[in-house]
Every structure is written in C-alpha cells, then in structure tokens.
C-alpha cells in the first residue's frame, strides 16, 4: 500500500491555486497528492502552450471580468466557475507518454463512477490530439481521445506536466452544478485513483509556512503578466 495525501486548503483565487500545485510538486511531501481546488471566486486558466491574446479575445464580457492565468500545464482554455478542480500528483520516474497517463488515470475514475451506477463514457477520437500550435483551444468544446464523457457530452479533461519523477495532472470535472454534489465526485474520484494506485489517502492541512510559500510563487510569477502574457 503506498501513502498518500489529500491536501486541505483555505480558500484560494486562480492564481493561488496554480502556485500552490507548483509548490506540491517542489516539495512532494508525500509521493501521491491529492487535492480538490476551494474556490474564493470563479477564474479561467489556459494551458502553457496557448496564445494569452487569442484566448482574451474568444471570452465574453463578463468572463474577462474573471482572474485568469495560464498553467503550468498544457491543454487549452479552462472556466473555472461551476466545476470541480482537482490535482494529482504522483511518482513517475519513467518516459514522459501523456496517451499511457490519461489511459491510467480516467480508466480509473471511469471505472468507479461505473461501480457508482454513473454511466459514463470514454472517447475514443481518432486524431483527436490537439495540436499545441493552435492559437486557441477551448477544453470543453471538443472532446479528445481519453476524455470522459456524459450522455455524449465532455465532463473531465486533463493536462499534464513531468516536474523530474513527478507528473502533475490537473483536471476539471464538469458535470451539470457538479460543485453542488461535491462530496459525491470527489469520493468516487478518491477511491477511483486509490484503487488504481493503491494508495492509502490521509488528509493533509497546509502550514502556514506553504502559504507563506503559495503566496511568494503567486506573486513573482502566476499574477505577473510576464508569465501570464508569455506568448
């Protein structure tokens, strides 16, 4: 049985949540992370590789209202107001193969929504990859291979980052008023990544130190526009 944690958080904006999931995987203080984003306000991210002016220019008036950053992670635009953001970390020491990682980890969460009486899909897309050159991809526009899929509809994408032997997976869960049935998704979300990893789950509150930390990455580099403004 290998150890993990669910790292328990105040509230934080966009910005913080980007630094505190940086700072996870700097620290590692446990070889499986877990955490489920607490919003303080709805925010938008877009992935690393994205264009900041092409991403502004596909939101409506009242999104461009929204903190926004961009992640450290790939993928395309991502609102962050009604769904369920998570993270997981966990130890990866072998050659970066996104296709093997999106297989292991939505086989594992479809799977137990399945055990949950949920009948959710997986696509199964070909030459659905998104090409990391496109200005502007919208996540939940178009599904892409391994995504999952509610009554044909795309309810979870992913993004991926290799930090040395760690790999950051961040993901967004957009099932309709998904955050009003929080406890629901992040139960079967727990036990379907605990099944697959065999992880024993412990919470883990953050000390005032990491927010000390969180604070410090917000402010040199997810609120700053040269990061945020990049390409």
């Known amino acids: 049985m290998n150890n993990g ?32 984003f607490n919003w303080k306000k709805p925010g938008i991210t877009f992935g690393f590789a994205q264009r900041y002016k092409n991403i502004i220019e596909t939101l409506n008036e009242r999104q461009k209202s929204f903190d926004i950053t961009r992640r450290p992670t790939g ?9 369920i953001t998570f993270s997981f970390i966990f130890y990866s020491p072998e050659e970066f193969n996104p296709k093997k990682t999106y297989d292991i980890i939505h086989s594992a969460i479809f799977e137990e929504y399945r055990e949950n009486g949920i009948n959710i899909d997986i696509a ?28 044909g509809k ?14 950051l997976y961040q993901a967004s869960l957009q099932f309709e008023n998904a955050r009003n049935d929080f406890e629901k998704h992040s139960k079967i979300i727990t036990k379907g ?8 789950f412990k919470n883990f509150e953050l000390n005032k130190d990491y927010y000390s930390i969180i604070s410090k990455k917000k402010e040199e580099k997810y609120i700053n526009k040269t990061w945020i403004e990049r390409i």
Do not use: W
């Open 193 to 200: 990544l605990s099944k697959k990893f065999n992880i024993e």
């Open 5 to 36: 944690i669910i790292v328990l958080t105040n509230q934080f904006d966009v910005y913080e949540q980007m630094a505190c999931d940086e700072v996870m995987c700097e620290t590692m203080p446990e070889k499986y992370i877990l955490r489920f």
């Open 124 to 151: 199964n897309v070909s030459n659905s990859n998104y090409n990391i050159n496109n200005p502007i991809m919208e996540c939940f526009k178009k599904p892409v291979d391994m995504d999952l899929l509610y009554n």
């Open 75 to 83: 993928g395309g635009l991502v609102i962050h107001e009604t769904d």
């Open 154 to 167: 795309k309810v979870l994408g992913g993004a991926l980052r290799k930090f040395s032997d760690y790999m």
